[in-house]
Every structure is written in structure tokens, then in C-alpha cells.
């Protein structure tokens, strides 16, 4: 069975600093890894994906990830984080089908805060 | 921008009510997913939908959940009877087969008193 873990539940950072959150995943077969946001009280926001090709996927807001398959990781960075990041962050993986035609996998996510 | 609708934004109803939960998918998409949202379970995937036939609802209490897509615009989830422990945050989420993500609505905050 898929599973996905975000080993850091809570994440603090001052303005300005960078930021990675980790994201290990277990997957029988050749994964569609997704990163998502979540402000208070709205929906997820997709931050970026990776389906094939090159492992360093730029996204939105800033953000990028790198897929490493020897680590089963897809890790989340941005150089220089804003207060307007302060957020939930998701990890999620899902079958090789494509992810917006089977259902996907979540990490715990990842609680983000940012220090002025 | 195309977005999922789902109604009600917010819910709060007794234990033992029938509760209805409804989505309006992205138009195009073809499937459709329920999940749930828990401080302890996380995001679960409860349930979804391509072309309207039910592909997989294993993450689903069968016992009084039901899912259901009437036509390509409406997706409705159900519980009869509702009981304190399905108190969460319903998200519905919609998509197609191939390279895109899925999208995800705004969800339903659902109490159960």
C-alpha cells in the first residue's frame, strides 16, 4: 500500500530564510508526487507536481521540489519565505494513471510558520 | 477560473440527522473525489466517481455513507445517521485522466452535536 510521510509536524522559519519540507513516500510503482497548500478555512492549492522527466519541478508562489527516487523523496524548498506562507503544507502521491484521475495519498502535512 | 463548488461551506446538526453535502465539479472534468479531512487521519479518500459510475468507495463507512452523481454536474454526499465521530472537513476534488492535477473545492465543515 501507498503511503506518504512528513516527518515535521510543526515548522518554524523567519522571514526571509529558506525553507525545505520533507516528504517521503512509499509506492509500488512509478509515482505522480503533488505538493499542496492549505490557507485556514479554504481548499487546497496546488503548488506543483511532478510526473516524469526533469527531477526539479518549479511551481507556483516561488516554490520548487526535487524527486529523488533513490531517497523515495520529494522534498519542498523556496530561497526566501514571506509571512503570506505561513500555511499547511500537503504531500501527496498517486498512480502512474495521472493524477487528476485516481484518487491520491496524503502526508499528515506540515504546519508552517513564519517569525517576523 | 474554473473552480469546484461545494454547499454547504458549514454545517452543524444533531446526531442521528440526515446530512447532505453537494459538489459541482469543474466542468469537463470527469471524475470526482470525496475526501475527508481529521486532526487525527489526515486527508482520506473516501469515495470517487469517473463518468458518473462509482470506480472505488473503500474509504467509505458503508454502513451509513452513501455517494452518488446524479448527473455530470452534481456530486452528493450523504450520511443517515449522522454521528459525532464523522465531525471533519469534507473536501471535494475533480479531474481528469492524464497530466493534471486534480482541484480541490473549499470544503464542508461538518459538526456533529
Known amino acids: 500500500a501507498q503511503s506518504v510521510t512528513q516527518p515535521d509536524i510543526h515548522i518554524t522559519v523567519s522571514e526571509g530564510a529558506s525553507l525545505e519540507l520533507r516528504c517521503n513516500y512509499s509506492y509500488g510503482a512509478t509515482p505522480y508526487l503533488f505538493w499542496y497548500v492549505q490557507s485556514p478555512g479554504q481548499g487546497l492549492q496546488l503548488l506543483l507536481k511532478y510526473f516524469s522527466g526533469d527531477t526539479l519541478v518549479q511551481g507556483i508562489k516561488g516554490f520548487e521540489a526535487e524527486f529523488k527516487r533513490s531517497q523515495s523523496s520529494f522534498n519542498l524548498r523556496k530561497p526566501s519565505v514571506h509571512w503570506s506562507d505561513a500555511a499547511e503544507y500537503f504531500c501527496?502521491?498517486?498512480?502512474?494513471?495521472?493524477?487528476?484521475?485516481?484518487?491520491?495519498?496524503f502526508g499528515k502535512g506540515t504546519h508552517l510558520i513564519i517569525q517576523p | 477560473d474554473a473552480r469546484v463548488t461545494q454547499t454547504p461551506r458549514h454545517k452543524v446538526t444533531e446526531m442521528g440527522q440526515e446530512v447532505t453535502m453537494r459538489c459541482q465539479p469543474i466542468?469537463?472534468?470527469?471524475?470526482v473525489f470525496w475526501y475527508r479531512q481529521t486532526m487525527m487521519q489526515g486527508l482520506e479518500l473516501l469515495a470517487y466517481?469517473?463518468?458518473?459510475?462509482?470506480?472505488?468507495d473503500s474509504g467509505m463507512p458503508k454502513d451509513r455513507f452513501s455517494a452518488e452523481m446524479p448527473d455530470a454536474t452534481l456530486a452528493t454526499l450523504k450520511i443517515q445517521p449522522s454521528e459525532p465521530r464523522d465531525s471533519a472537513v469534507y473536501f471535494c476534488?475533480?479531474?481528469?485522466?492524464?497530466?493534471?492535477?486534480?482541484?480541490f473545492g473549499d470544503g464542508t465543515r461538518l459538526s456533529i452535536l
Open positions: 466517481f469517473r463518468n458518473r459510475a462509482p470506480l472505488d
Open positions: 466542468l469537463g472534468h470527469n471524475t
Open positions: 501527496a502521491v498517486g498512480p502512474y494513471s495521472g493524477g487528476g484521475a485516481d484518487g491520491l495519498t
Open positions: 476534488a475533480s479531474g481528469s485522466p492524464g497530466n493534471q492535477p486534480q482541484h
